[in-house]
């Protein structure tokens, strides 16, 4: 059992932004952002001795020798997308719980903006997605090329059995946007949206508008992890790993044949990390939803027990997931107005509520958050974090 | 040495393994899904064996080219070269009355013309010199 044996003890974060670009390489932002997050847990770099790179973006070796791991004894690479930065918590936790790590590094980050875009790669690179070949193969040469158009089909087929409606995928643009205005770092801090600017952006790929879709960033993050006796030593107030899952839809690599259509990663993780927890959704104090395209929030509310399927559109209306709401849902603003940091700002916000540390856009007592991750054509992580 | 600005190349399958096979099919004028030759399910996209069974013992069956429209997207902005002069365009998935289902379009349709469970029956499109593409039309129920 894995509750609260592991701790998420420091947290790193670089500025991130648009345009020029960064100035600096995928690499160096990394490790900026963990040596920011080394630092922030009280620890030297050398004492890392697990790592634990995001996918395609950083080899645990590059790290090692560039922070000067000497002792590097656990490495390994999910290959789960954005669903990584939260399935690799569990990892890190099932490592220090079981000895074969003492302090894990889970660092990612990217110029999302000013170099390779995912709407090319996606595309250009077969390697870069575990359905990589079938995508070539039967997506591709009928023009669907990229993530936002993958996961419209999902949405349009929930639109239709549910009746979801465009206005409620517009909700949930609008409340990480409202986040976005008390969180100074966010890029669309000091830019507000309406609904009706909010139905009036350009469409990409119905029903995905402009403003359904992240924010492609230069930026990174990152977090360390250690077990919980060895937390209670270090600086920062623990964050403890109440429970945490990862899974996938099945086929994980196809989306279009699924025989539930609607179901997800998180279907089956979720259970067992609410399950492992010991609590229910409705004991979190807010949640960070892994928030690539908005329909993907209703999604995962719905598929992590927040809400019944097709329950979701109504869930996040009338301020359902805004600070004072029923559960606060990106304080950050997320990946639509904070910035996409892969889902590792998703981790870092979540460690910042349950700190206290949260200023302005601090959930009141915070003392549970759930945070999720989604990756490649819907595998999904969760935990279940206290303070 | 030539300026020539060489259009984006669209992008095609590969005709080799199960993919070439699926698609030497279509070249042919067939639309043929794999079928377990053991539990008589059919699967799209190609596997190696059936999961449902088991069985490596599968045979390429034909489809009665008729389905049903399950869901779309209309792209209205180009994500990938190749269709930048293309759009507005929309990708649909049709479920086929063998209960399989593909990634498709729907030719002489525009998105707001599609309807969930329109039928639709299969029309081969040679998509250059060496592939056709199963592309669908509408029909009668």
Redesign the interface.
């Given at each position: 059992m894995l509750r609260d044996q592991a701790c998420i003890v420091g947290i790193g974060e670089t500025a991130v932004c648009r345009k020029p670009g960064s100035g600096l390489s995928a690499t160096a932002l990394q490790l900026k952002a963990a040596l920011a997050a080394i630092a922030d847990a009280g620890l030297e770099p050398s004492q890392i001795d697990g790592i634990l790179p995001f996918p395609n973006l950083g080899k645990s070796e590059v790290f090692a020798a560039s922070l000067g791991c000497a002792n590097l004894r656990f490495a390994a690479t999910l290959h789960m997308g954005g669903a990584m930065p939260v399935a690799a918590l569990r990892l890190a936790a099932m490592a220090v719980a079981s000895g074969a790590a003492k302090h894990v590094l889970v660092p990612g980050g990217w110029n999302g903006y000013s170099g390779a875009r995912v709407?090319?790669t996606s595309?250009t690179d077969v390697a870069s997605i575990p359905g990589g070949?079938?995508a070539?193969?039967?997506?591709?040469?009928?023009?669907?090329?990229?993530p936002?158009?993958w996961y419209?089909?999902?949405a349009?087929?929930h639109m239709?059995e549910f009746g979801t409606t465009e206005a409620q995928l517009g909700a949930v643009a609008i409340a990480m946007r409202r986040h976005a205005q008390l969180n100074p770092a966010a890029l669309m801090h000091g830019k507000p949206l309406a609904m009706d600017e909010y139905l009036a952006s350009?469409?990409?790929?119905?029903?995905?508008r402009l403003y359904d879709c992240s924010l492609e960033t230069d930026g990174a993050a990152a977090y360390v992890v250690t077990s919980a006796e060895r937390a209670r030593d270090l600086q920062r107030k623990p964050v403890y790993v109440m429970g945490a899952a990862a899974g996938q839809p099945y086929?994980a690599d196809?989306?279009?044949?699924r025989p539930d259509?609607h179901g997800i990663g998180l279907t089956h993780a979720a259970p067992e990390a609410f399950a492992m927890a010991g609590v229910t959704p409705a004991d979190a104090d807010f949640a960070q939803i892994y928030d690539c395209f908005t329909f993907e929030v209703i999604q995962q509310l719905e598929e992590a027990g927040f809400c019944r399927r097709g329950e979701g559109g109504g869930f996040v209306e009338n301020g359902g997931i805004e600070l004072g709401g029923k559960l606060p849902v990106n304080t950050h603003g997320g990946l639509l107005s904070h910035a996409h940091l892969l889902g590792l700002g998703h981790v870092v916000e979540a460690v910042r509520q349950l700190r206290g540390e949260a200023g302005a856009r601090q959930v009141p007592d915070a003392h549970i958050g759930v945070v999720t991750g989604w990756g490649d054509f819907g595998d999904g992580s969760i935990a279940v974090l206290r303070r | 040495m030539s300026e020539t600005r060489h259009a984006p190349t669209?992008?095609?399958?590969?005709m080799s393994g199960l993919?070439g096979e699926?698609?030497g099919w279509c070249n042919q004028g067939e639309l043929r899904f794999q079928r377990c030759t053991h539990c008589e399910r059919w699967r799209?996209?190609p596997r190696e064996i059936c999961?449902h069974c088991g069985s490596f013992e599968w045979s390429w069956q034909r489809s009665s080219g008729h389905g049903r429209v399950?869901?779309?997207?209309?792209?209205?902005?180009?994500?990938?070269p190749a269709?930048g002069n293309?759009t507005p365009?929309a990708?649909v998935?049709v479920e086929m009355d063998e209960g399989?289902?593909?990634?498709?379009?729907v030719l002489d349709c525009a998105?707001d013309q599609l309807r969930?469970d329109m039928p639709v029956a299969v029309e081969f499109v040679a998509?250059s010199d060496a592939?056709r593409?199963p592309y669908f039309r509408r029909r009668d129920a």
């Open positions: 709407r090319e595309s070949e079938i070539r193969d039967f997506y591709l040469p009928f023009g669907l090329t990229a936002p158009q419209a089909l999902m349009r087929r239709h350009p469409m990409i790929a119905s029903p995905y086929p196809e989306i279009c044949g259509f | 669209r992008p095609l399958p590969e993919s699926f698609y799209h996209v999961a399950f869901s779309w997207t209309e792209v209205v902005r180009a994500l990938h269709f293309a365009y990708p998935i399989v289902r593909v990634l498709t379009r998105a969930m998509a592939v593409l």
